[in-house]
């Protein structure tokens, strides 16, 4: 099981190196807590908790990899590695592939969202880092209506949520169902405020 193949747990300093371009890396790492900025040849990208780094190498002889890009911890950062063939032959995925598709859906999603807009594509890029990516196996409540939010909730493309409020009366008000792209909990972003309404991702999102 995948699970099984996991390592012990890596801890980087906030500025500490992981590996450096043409380093031989046989790990892929995943973000348990933290911030990593990897360096690939159109620039740096950063990545926060739930991302999956060390996967872009060159294989050489006797499949050596070798890294073609740098990846530094921006925080303390923890992760949980994994030998690459161990990864390969377990889940029969092409991770390289899988990387690269996943750090580019989470930047062109946050590209496309009208609350980002007016920031710059640098600052977009750069905000990817704080954001945790989460995949909900089962429906998993994400915002209660009335408490106080602190966090930003973006539903990627494919995934669908519920939405729950009750009127002022206490009676319960028709359930919508939405489809991502699209986010909720912005007012969040202004400081910790009752939420009008309840959000519920289902399972798969």
Known sequence: FLADAFGEKVTFAAGQSIYTLNEVEDRIFFIDQGQVRIDLADGPHWLGNGAAFGMLAHSGTRTIRAMDHSAHAESNTDVFAIDHRHFVSITGLNPEQRAAEEMQRREETID?????????????????????HYYFPANHHLIQQGEEADSLWVLLAGGHAAIHALDGHGNKMLTTITTGVTYFGETALLGQMPQDSSIEAQAGS
């Open 112 to 132: 496309n969202l009208v609350v980002f807009h007016r920031l710059s594509k640098d600052q977009r890029r750069r905000l990817t880092g704080f954001m945790s």
